[in-house]
T-cell receptor, first 116, second 116 residues
Framework: AQKITQTQPGMFVQEKEAVTLDCTYDTSDQSYGLFWYKQPSSGEMIFLIYQGSYDEQNATEGRYSLNFQKARKSANLVISASQLGDSAMYFCAMREGRSGNTPLVFGKGTRLSVIA | GAVVSQHPSRVICKSGTSVKIECRSLDFQATTMFWYRQFPKQSLMLMATSNEGSKATYEQGVEKDKFLINHASLTLSTLTVTSAHPEDSSFYIC????????????FGDGTRLSIL
């Protein structure tokens, strides 16, 4: 079974509008972390935002916010005021356990295209 | 500035060549590094976990004799693709676990390997 599910292969959004990228996860661990990364066409992985399983408040980083619904096991990324430079692949990822020595497991990604 | 340096960024070589990819942690000592592979239009898949001073742990389906990992120091891990073939053409990217549990893994910029 997939641990991270991103159901939107591609999304379009108008410049300056907000967009939500969906992510659901599956784990039996009580302690885990959820991450979102942006991957432009050049390939580098750019960290956007982190949510810990014990964090009660939704994470925010500038124009990025994470809509964390623990009971539903979802961790959707919200990008406000989209910019042309936001066009890229977006990956949701999870790290299970407390130690931090476990690797990230990635979803299949969502390709976001921002339209002028 | 960059936390992880990965070199080379791009390799084009003939079938049968062995290719070495370096991943350096610039900011701190890293006892654990991760190697991922990404085929075009796909997600990042973990290949192996590199542990300083001990043998790497490979994921199921990854040939350890094909993909040699050496983590000889606290700042350097190398991945050698031995006798590379066209099907090994892919994007290889390393990551370093941050010292702080809640921080993301830091990724190198990746190596695009093309085997002719």
């Amino acid at each position: 079974a997939q641990k991270i599910t991103q159901t939107q292969p591609g999304m379009f959004v108008q410049e300056k509008e907000a967009v939500t990228l969906d992510c659901t996860y599956d784990t039996s661990d009580q302690s885990y972390g959820l991450f979102w990364y942006k991957q432009p066409s050049s390939g580098e992985m750019i960290f956007l935002i982190y949510q810990g399983s014990y964090d009660e408040q939704n994470a925010t980083e500038g124009r990025y916010s994470l809509n964390f619904q623990k009971a539903r096991k979802s961790a959707n990324l919200v990008i406000s005021a989209s910019q042309l430079g936001d066009s890229a692949m977006y990956f949701c990822a999870m790290r299970e356990g407390r130690s931090g020595n476990t690797p990230l497991v990635f979803g299949k990604g969502t390709r976001l295209s921002v339209i002028a | 500035g960059a936390v992880v340096s990965q070199h080379p960024s791009r390799v084009i070589c003939k079938s049968g060549t062995s290719v070495k990819i370096e991943c350096r942690s610039l900011d701190f000592q890293a006892t654990t590094m991760f190697w991922y592979r990404q085929f075009p239009k796909q997600s990042l898949m973990l290949m192996a976990t590199s542990n300083e001073g001990s043998k790497a742990t490979y994921e199921q389906g990854v040939e350890k004799d094909k993909f040699l990992i050496n983590h000889a120091s606290l700042t350097l891990s190398t991945l050698t693709v031995t006798s590379a073939h066209p099907e090994d053409s892919s994007f290889y990217i390393c990551s370093v676990k941050d010292r702080t549990l809640n921080q993301p893994q830091h990724f190198g910029d990746g190596t695009r390997l093309s085997i002719l």
